[in-house]
Nanobody
Framework: QVQLVESGGGLVQPGGSLRLSCAAS????????MSWYRQAPGKERELVAR????????NYADSVKGRFTISRDNAKNTVYLQMNSLKPEDTAVYYC???????????WGQGTQVTVSS
């Protein structure tokens, strides 16, 4: 079964850190560019960070630059999102997304809740 499973979400105080993980199963993630999206209540889903299939290229939303770091371990079929200096406005459901680099095939994870609050 092709799926992405996120973990690592939770409640953290402002200024704190969390590391999200996204484990791929049923497919080889090294053929996919991987991304993290987030969706806050009442808002549209937005791209947070993207990493190329090899890990050689990354992109970030302006709102998280300098605070978040996306990385991947293709040997473990896993992508990570290290989130530092968290702010209340980072509160959202975070989704992992995989897009094949050559064919029209995409996979979404089920999401993990991140809440930043004192």
């Amino acid at each position: 079964q092709v799926q992405l499973v996120e973990s690592g979400g939770g409640l953290v105080q402002p200024g704190g850190s969390l590391r999200l993980s996204c484990a791929a199963s049923g497919f080889t993630s090294s053929s996919y560019a991987m991304s993290w999206y987030r969706q806050a209540p009442g808002k549209e889903r937005e791209l947070v960070a993207r990493i190329s299939s090899t890990g050689g290229s990354t992109n970030y939303a302006d709102s998280v630059k300098g605070r978040f770091t996306i990385s991947r371990d293709n040997a473990k079929n896993t992508v990570y999102l290290q989130m530092n200096s968290l702010k209340p406005e980072d509160t959202a459901v975070y989704y992992c997304y995989a897009a094949h680099v050559f064919i029209a095939r995409q996979v979404w994870g089920q999401g993990t809740q991140v809440t930043v609050s004192s």
